[in-house]
């Protein structure tokens, strides 16, 4: 789906403790590919929506013209989402109550990506049209009642966000950040969650990134420690993983840290000219032995694409010398590279020669 984010609702859903974590370690945010454990509504839960929905066609006359009118909410889509799937779910129970998941969520902000294309009426126009044309009542009422939450909570995250950011530069003087800040803005956060969500829809929104926002913010304090050793900090955060709960996330940063691992270690290895045998049993153990054997297979694709990529340079180079002679026109040199070329790669290998090419001259200079 498109990636689009809004001006006018919030720079981003996300709160700013992420845009601080992952801009100093970028790789421990794995792509998020999991789904959140569904979240029914309770008894008081449901009490707290009902009053919500009672009161959302105050808020609706308050909060925009309700101008717009559409069928199913997928009319006329801006550009940005045309040709997509719509992003979430929404899911409910036998007695037609909503069940809130992170689904939803998703869905909210698949419509939201496109502001900008869109004005707010239309956006909220399309989500409310949406939600009731795929969605029997009493759920579409709590659905579109999370969405009003979820619109006011979007448009006062970033003043949060804006404290905390110009804090956390004035705070910054030695390049690393300022985790008692960052807790500080994470508290303000949940307490802004508290007053626009049930504990249920704050669970389900936000339970999965507050883990990754967790676990990255102990990895930064663990990275700052000059009082532990790079071993002592790697076992200090392989140890932490450990001891998180087992669900999807730390599925996702173990993958993710075996992924770093396994790149380290093979260049470490190539670099030392380890036999084939060596790197598979090294893979086998990170990765399994079908990821191991894959791997195996796309060496052996590259060693042979290297092989054949340094005959290449060689013939054409030699081509090249050749086309000072005024009797070769440099059409017929061009003419019998572009033959090499055929003989040596298949059609998508010809495709990677010139970046190929300039890679290899980058590396050649930062040896030099």
Known sequence: MSQHRFSSFSPIIIAGIVVLIVAIIWWFKPVNESKAVSQP???QASADVIEV???????NKKFKPNTVK????????????QGTDVDGEIIIDENKQLIVTEGLRRLFDYFLSALGEEEENTIYARVESYIRSHTPNPAASQAVAIFDQYIAYLKAVPEIEKKYGTLQLQATQSGELDLSIV????????????QHFHKNTISAFFGAEDEYNDY??????????SQLSEAQKDAAKQDYISRMP??????NLVQQANLNELMTRTEQMQAKG???????????????APAAARLAQIDQADASFDERFNQYQAQKQQLLKQ???????????????NRIEQQLFNEAERKRLTGYAALQQQKAADMN
């Open 41 to 43: 509504l309770d008894n």
């Open 53 to 59: 929905v009672n009161a959302h066609n105050d808020i």
């Open 70 to 81: 559409f069928a199913t909410g997928l009319e006329d889509l801006p550009r940005s989402l």
């Open 183 to 194: 807790a500080q803005q994470k508290q303000d956060i949940a307490r802004l969650r508290q």
């Open 216 to 225: 990255s913010m102990e990895m930064v304090r663990i990275s700052q420690n």
């Open 246 to 251: 087992d669900n999807m996330t730390k599925t």
């Open 274 to 288: 380890a036999t084939p045998e060596a790197l598979y049993n090294m893979r086998r153990e990170l990765v399994g």
């Open 323 to 337: 086309s000072v002679n005024p009797s070769l026109a440099p059409s017929q040199v061009q003419i019998q590279i």
